[in-house]
């Protein structure tokens, strides 16, 4: 298996799951102790508005992992649930959701890898009573403009901790443009996805969260 295409496998899947986890409304029914903490609250409903205001987005992606191995691509999302990483040349490996199951697909080594959505966070998409304060924590920055906001489950440590950044862009749905993420993993493996040329609004067809499975082809004639 190419080295940089088997440092990705469970980062980008760790970092889609958190970053969807939070595309769920928090729920306000919990009282707040301080202002501090109202304002925190504020600025994480900010960025889940921001990520539900989303119909459609792409945006071309670059993944970095911890010793700099780099791979682009481009990211298809379509609310809700639905998102495609398509990696460029050289990397021969998709991830994508249809809504209920996150796909791994390897076409290196014909492997595919499913995980039911209800069993990670991403079940906060199924469940709208779910309290998005069990996994999204927001963190202190130097940057008015910028909301940096911690994701985990504290219940799933094997997915490890996600840090998202928003930026401040009127021309992004509800105010604020998701620019980046950190994922960081149960064995400390860090890997950094940046976003870049966001578009918005774009007509995207459901088939473009279906996959070839390599399993299928790769088989022989009886």
């Known amino acids: ?38 304002s ?12 539900r205001a989303i119909t459609t987005m792409k945006a071309d992606f670059t993944q970095t992992d911890r010793s700099g191995n780099t791979v682009n691509g481009e990211l ?25 199951a996150l796909t791994l697909v390897d076409y290196e080594v014909n492997q595919v890898e499913r995980w039911p ?22 963190q202190r920055t130097a940057n008015s403009d910028v ?15 996600i840090t998202l950044i928003f930026v ?16 960081l993993d149960s064995q400390n493996q860090r890997t950094t996805v940046r976003l870049r040329n966001h578009r918005y609004g774009m007509a995207v067809a459901d088939s473009t969260f279906r996959y070839r499975d390599p399993r299928r082809s790769s088989r022989r004639p009886g």
Request: hydrophobic fraction near 40%; charge should be positive; proline fraction near 8%.
């Open 40 to 51: 925190n609250t504020s600025q994480l409903d900010r960025a889940v508005r921001a990520l």
């Open 1 to 38: 298996m190419n080295p940089v295409t088997k440092t990705l496998r469970k980062p980008i899947v760790v970092a889609f799951a958190g970053a969807m986890a939070l595309a769920l409304p928090a729920s306000l029914a919990v009282p707040l102790a301080s202002a501090s903490a109202q």
């Open 76 to 100: 298809t999302l379509k609310n809700p649930g639905k998102i495609r990483f398509e990696y460029g040349s050289g990397t021969n490996m998709l991830v994508v959701s249809n809504g209920d």
């Open 147 to 161: 909301i940096s906001i911690e994701v985990a489950d504290p219940n799933k440590p094997e997915y490890g901790t």
């Open 168 to 183: 401040e862009n009127a021309r992004a749905p509800g105010g604020l443009q998701l620019t980046n993420w950190v994922a």
């Open 117 to 138: 959505i209800s069993n990670s966070p991403l079940g906060a998409l199924l469940d709208p009573s779910r309290d998005m304060r069990r996994y999204g924590t927001v």
